[in-house]
């Protein structure tokens, strides 16, 4: 029997908009209104329902709001790769080429056959954009390609000064003979086994953002574009030597440097499509909900934790230019690991404690629906309860204490999705551990 508030529960079933499909998005594109950064969220990294959703939903914004952007929770150089073929400036033949180059782990996040149908979709829509400056791009927030961005960096210099690429060289050689693992160059580093290679990325990093855009015309190979792109690459060289050697100082201090980086990646996007478009730029991002609900109305605030979503809300310049969306689920599978770097398994999804803000959603007994968070929800929805968060691991025999964390709804998010039974994405490289079920499971023992 649920111990949840039966007012509560009858409120929200009031103030929900149920949705007959995951191309329902009409309530949620009315109640974005004039936000020009639209932040739509996630409760695993490998739900089905959660990609299609979200892609429905900036199809609607690129095409009735006029959206410049879609950013994700993924590496430059990888998103960057997608965006140049979505917006026709490659020889690759599809999407699936495009999505090539997300190689490390997890490859499912961005590999699946979700992510290569808007893929696709954002190709044929810029294909019938006339105008090269209209065309929408797709691009990643995210810190984690040391090497890549180097690599990038050093190819881009080599087109239009091969001075300035011997001078980069020369500086990201201090990487050269250290682990292509970036996380054993931070534990080398952060040991004292190794000097690390701060001062030689913050140089070239000046470089790139002073010297080289004073004296690189506009109209030099590639243009202000690919200048702006190599410049980005140089920011994640810099900040991911950084990430990777305080990875070992503590999870906070590494988290807040990975989501500040993501916002500065957006505010620089940001300018960057203002100045071409000559108006505020429009962007709508992707990531979990650990990123852009507002951490400061989470626990993790109480770890000295902040995240994309608070960046972008203290940043804003007006109230209603930002809109965070949240998306929670009840059960079914999932699409993740069970360790780091491990591959991508089909795993049922435990029904969510009932004392949890997903146990209270599913005692709607409505299966999909959208919920803004305010008026007179707002205040009983800002209650701290538990919420679950699963990313690339699920560890469901110890979910409480890995997968559980307490937050505050309504203060969190500006409103949420909840789909009570969702199914796993679908991987465009399934491993030998990915056993699609034909028949229903039984919780708890899938006999």
Same mark, same amino acid.
């Given at each position: 029997?649920?111990?949840?508030?039966?007012?509560?529960?009858?409120?929200?079933?009031?103030?929900?908009?149920?949705?007959?499909?995951?191309?329902?998005?009409?309530?949620?594109?009315?109640?974005?209104?004039?936000?020009?950064?639209?932040?739509?969220?996630?409760?695993?990294?490998?739900?089905?329902?959660?990609?299609?959703?979200?892609?429905?939903?900036?199809?609607?914004?690129?095409?009735?709001?006029?959206?410049?952007?879609?950013?994700?929770?993924?590496?430059?150089?990888?998103?960057?790769?997608?965006?140049?073929?979505?917006?026709?400036?490659?020889?690759?033949? +599809?999407?699936?080429?495009?999505?090539?180059?997300?190689?490390?782990?997890?490859?499912?996040?961005?590999?699946?056959?979700?992510? /290569?149908?808007?893929?696709?979709?954002?190709?044929?829509?810029?294909?019938?954009?006339?105008?090269?400056?209209?065309?929408?791009?797709?691009?990643?927030?995210?810190?984690?390609?040391?090497?890549? +961005?180097?690599?990038?960096?050093?190819?881009?210099?080599?087109?239009?000064?091969?001075?300035?690429?011997?001078?980069?060289?020369?500086?990201?050689?201090?990487?050269?003979?250290?682990?292509?693992?970036?996380?054993?160059?931070?534990?080398?580093?952060?040991?004292?086994?190794?000097?690390? %290679?701060?001062?030689? $990325?913050?140089?070239?990093? /000046?470089?790139?953002?002073?010297?080289?855009?004073? /004296?690189?015309?506009?109209?030099?190979?590639?243009?202000?574009?690919?200048?702006?792109?190599?410049?980005?690459?140089?920011?994640?060289? %810099?900040?991911?030597?950084?990430?990777?050697?305080?990875?070992?100082?503590?999870?906070?201090?590494?988290?807040?440097? /990975?989501?500040?980086?993501?916002?500065?990646?957006?505010?620089?996007?940001?300018?960057?499509?203002?100045?071409?478009?000559?108006?505020? $730029?429009?962007?709508?991002?992707?990531?979990?909900? +650990?990123?852009?609900?507002?951490?400061?109305?989470?626990? $993790?605030?109480?770890?000295?934790?902040?995240?994309?979503?608070?960046?972008?809300?203290?940043?804003? %310049?007006?109230?209603?230019?930002?809109?965070?969306?949240?998306?929670?689920?009840?059960?079914?599978?999932?699409?993740?690991?069970?360790?780091?770097?491990?591959?991508?398994?089909?795993?049922?999804?435990?029904?969510?404690?009932?004392?949890?803000?997903?146990?209270?959603?599913?005692?709607?007994?409505?299966?999909?629906?959208?919920?803004?968070?305010?008026?007179?929800?707002?205040?009983?929805?800002?209650?701290?309860?538990?919420?679950?968060?699963?990313?690339?691991?699920?560890?469901?025999?110890?979910?409480?204490?890995?997968?559980?964390?307490?937050?505050?709804?309504?203060?969190?998010?500006?409103?949420?999705?909840?789909?009570?039974?969702?199914?796993?994405?679908?991987?465009?490289?399934?491993?030998?551990?990915?056993?699609?079920?034909?028949?229903?499971?039984?919780?708890?023992?899938?006999?």
């Amino acid at each position: 029997m649920s111990s949840q508030p039966p007012d509560l529960v009858r409120a929200i079933r009031q103030q929900a908009h149920p949705l007959q499909g995951l191309r329902d998005v009409a309530p949620i594109i009315e109640r974005i209104g004039d936000a020009r950064l639209v932040l739509l969220g996630e409760a695993t990294h490998g739900t089905h329902e959660f990609y299609r959703l979200r892609a429905e939903i900036t199809k609607r914004l690129i095409l009735d709001k006029g959206f410049d952007a879609v950013a994700v929770e993924a590496d430059w150089p990888d998103a960057l790769r997608v965006s140049r073929y979505v917006q026709g400036l490659s020889d690759l033949d +599809s999407a699936d080429e495009a999505l090539g180059g997300f190689m490390r782990f997890p490859r499912w996040m961005w590999r699946n056959e979700e992510t /290569r149908d808007l893929v696709e979709w954002l190709r044929g829509h810029n294909d019938s954009v006339r105008e090269p400056l209209g065309r929408v791009g797709f691009f990643g927030l995210d810190l984690y390609s040391l090497h890549n +961005s180097m690599h990038s960096v050093i190819r881009y210099l080599e087109k239009v000064d091969t001075e300035a690429a011997r001078r980069a060289r020369s500086r990201y050689a201090c990487f050269d003979g250290l682990s292509l693992e970036p996380q054993e160059y931070g534990f080398s580093t952060s040991a004292g086994l190794t000097e690390d %290679c701060e001062r030689e $990325a913050e140089q070239q990093l /000046r470089e790139m953002s002073e010297d080289l855009a004073r /004296r690189l015309p506009a109209d030099a190979p590639g243009g202000a574009d690919e200048l702006f792109y190599a410049q980005q690459n140089a920011k994640v060289v %810099c900040n991911a030597e950084r990430y990777y050697r305080t990875m070992f100082d503590g999870r906070t201090h590494s988290w807040n440097l /990975r989501d500040t980086h993501m916002a500065d990646t957006l505010a620089a996007l940001e300018e960057h499509i203002a100045r071409q478009r000559g108006r505020p $730029a429009r962007i709508v991002v992707w990531a979990h909900n +650990s990123h852009i609900g507002d951490a400061r109305a989470t626990q $993790a605030a109480q770890r000295g934790q902040l995240n994309l979503g608070q960046l972008v809300r203290q940043r804003a %310049c007006a109230p209603g230019e930002t809109f965070l969306l949240g998306f929670t689920t009840h059960t079914g599978t999932v699409a993740a690991a069970s360790d780091w770097g491990e591959p991508a398994e089909l795993k049922p999804v435990r029904p969510s404690r009932d004392d949890s803000i997903e146990g209270l959603l599913h005692d709607s007994e409505l299966d999909a629906f959208f919920l803004p968070l305010q008026g007179e929800l707002a205040r009983p929805l800002a209650a701290s309860r538990l919420e679950r968060a699963i990313g690339v691991i699920y560890r469901p025999d110890n979910e409480l204490m890995s997968h559980y964390f307490r937050a505050s709804l309504s203060e969190q998010f500006d409103a949420v999705v909840h789909l009570d039974e969702t199914r796993a994405v679908t991987p465009l490289d399934p491993s030998s551990l990915w056993q699609p079920r034909t028949e229903p499971e039984t919780y708890p023992t899938g006999i």
